[in-house]
C-alpha cells in the first residue's frame, strides 16, 4: 500500500520558538494532501487543505499566520507552527490523497508529537 | 448535532468474538464510506473504502454501508488481540472533504 513518512516523530519546543513538519508521500504522487490536529481520545480535526502549487485551504478557526503550509511538490508538504504555545501542543497527522488511484483514498501519516514547554 | 456520529465504546470482547462498529450520519451528501484503524500515538491506517450500499468483505472485516437509514458499519469476525485499536468511520463527499466520526476503542482480550 502507499506509503507516507513524517518528520520529526516528536519534538519538544520552547515557546515562542517555531517547529517545521515534514509530510512526504513515498511512492506516489500526491496533488492533494490534509493536516489534521488530534486531541487525546478525539477525533481528527482537519486543519488544512494543501495542494501542490497553490495555496492552502484552511478550515474555520485555524490561524494561517500561525499555521503556515507549504506543498512545493508532489511528494511533499509542510506544516510551520509558528511561535509555538503551550496550547499547540498536539498530535499532528498529515494524510495523502494518492491521485492516481481513481479512489482518492487517504494514506495517513505516522504523525508529530508536539509539546511546547 | 455532528454530521457524523460514532459509537463511543470502549468496546471489550474475548478473543475470537464477533465485533460490531457502527456510525450513522445526517449529512445526504456523503458518497465515499471508510473506516481506519490507528494504534496508540500512530497514524490512522485505512482498513476499508466503500462507496455503495452493501457489504464489502476483506478478511475478516465486513463493511456494510445503509444509505437510505445513514448507517455504516463494520464487522470483525474472529477478533484477535492485535485488533486491538481504535476505529474511526469516515465518510468523504464530492468536493473531497472528509469528516470523521471520534473513535471506538476496542480491546480484544486473549
Known amino acids: 500500500g502507499a506509503v507516507v513518512s513524517q518528520h520529526p516523530s516528536r519534538v519538544i519546543c520552547k515557546s515562542g520558538t517555531s517547529v517545521k513538519i515534514e509530510c512526504r508521500s513515498l511512492d506516489f504522487q500526491a496533488t492533494t494532501m490534509f493536516w489534521y490536529r488530534q486531541f487525546p481520545k478525539k477525533s481528527l480535526m482537519l486543519m488544512a487543505t494543501?495542494?501542490?502549487?497553490?495555496?492552502?485551504?484552511?478550515e474555520q478557526g485555524v490561524e494561517k499566520d500561525k499555521f503556515l503550509i507549504n506543498h512545493a511538490s508532489l511528494t511533499l508538504s509542510t506544516l510551520t507552527v509558528t511561535s509555538a504555545h503551550p496550547e499547540d501542543s498536539s498530535f499532528y497527522i498529515c494524510?495523502?490523497?494518492?491521485?492516481?488511484?481513481?479512489?482518492?483514498?487517504?494514506?495517513f501519516g505516522p504523525g508529530t508529537r508536539l509539546t511546547v514547554l | 448535532q455532528k454530521e457524523v456520529e460514532q459509537d463511543p465504546g470502549p468496546l471489550s470482547v474475548p478473543e475470537g468474538a464477533i465485533v460490531s462498529l457502527n456510525c450513522t450520519y445526517s449529512n445526504s451528501a456523503f458518497q465515499y464510506f471508510m473506516w481506519y484503524r490507528q494504534y496508540s500515538r500512530k497514524g490512522p491506517e485505512l482498513l476499508m473504502y466503500?462507496?455503495?450500499?452493501g457489504n464489502k468483505e476483506d478478511g475478516r472485516f465486513t463493511a456494510q454501508v445503509d444509505k437510505s437509514s445513514k448507517y455504516i458499519s463494520l464487522f470483525i469476525r474472529d477478533s484477535q488481540p492485535s485488533d486491538s485499536a481504535t476505529y474511526l468511520c469516515?465518510?468523504?463527499?464530492?468536493?473531497?472533504?472528509?469528516?470523521f466520526g471520534d473513535g471506538t476503542t476496542l480491546t480484544v482480550k486473549p
Open positions: 494524510s495523502a490523497e494518492e491521485a492516481s488511484s481513481g479512489t482518492d483514498t487517504q494514506y
Open positions: 466503500t462507496y455503495s450500499s
Open positions: 494543501s495542494n501542490e502549487g497553490s495555496k492552502a485551504t484552511y
Open positions: 469516515a465518510m468523504k463527499n464530492n468536493a473531497g472533504k472528509s469528516t
